[in-house]
C-alpha cells in the first residue's frame, strides 16, 4: 500500500556531510513515527532517528548533535542530515514508517541505501 524510497547515500569523508532522503508513494496524514535505522557489519540493526507526528524529534545518543531528521509533508519526504560523519557511521540505512490508523495502518520498510564514511 505505500512503498519507501530511500536516496544520497555514498562514499564520503570523515568530518564531511550527508543527506539521506526517504520519500513515500502515498500521502499519509496520520501516522505514529517516521524513523530511520542503520545496520553495520557484524553489528544488529539500530535505531539512528525518529520523528513523530507533532514534530517531536529523538535520536540515538551516538548521533546526536551531528543528525537531524526533517519532514517535508508536501512531498511525502522525511531527511536525514548527517554532520560531522565518523567512520562509525558506516552502514546500510534504512527508513520505517509506521500508521496509525486508517486504509495505510501498517509497517513498511524501504530497501536502505548504503552511507560509508572512510579516507
Request: aromatic residues 22%; proline residues 0%; hydrophobic residues 20%.
Given at each position: 500500500q505505500v512503498q519507501l524510497l530511500e536516496s544520497g547515500g555514498g562514499l564520503v569523508q570523515p568530518g564531511g556531510s550527508l543527506t539521506l532522503?526517504?520519500?513515500a508513494s502515498t500521502t499519509i496524514s496520520d501516522f505514529n513515527a517516521v524513523s530511520?535505522?542503520?545496520q553495520a557489519p557484524g553489528k544488529?540493526?539500530?535505531l539512528v532517528a525518529s520523528?513523530?507526528?507533532g514534530g517531536?524529534?529523538?535520536y540515538a545518543d551516538s548521533v546526536k548533535g551531528r543528525f537531524t531528521i526533517s519532514r517535508e509533508i508536501a512531498?511525502?519526504?522525511?531527511?536525514l542530515r548527517m554532520n560531522s560523519l565518523i567512520p562509525e557511521d558506516t552502514a546500510v540505512y534504512s527508513c520505517n514508517l509506521r500508521v496509525q490508523t486508517g486504509l495505510y495502518k501498517g509497517d513498511?520498510?524501504?530497501p536502505g541505501t548504503q552511507v560509508t564514511v572512510s579516507s
Open positions: 532522503s526517504c520519500e530511520w535505522h542503520r544488529e540493526r539500530e520523528i513523530f507526528t517531536t524529534r529523538t512531498e511525502n519526504t522525511v531527511y513498511y520498510w524501504g
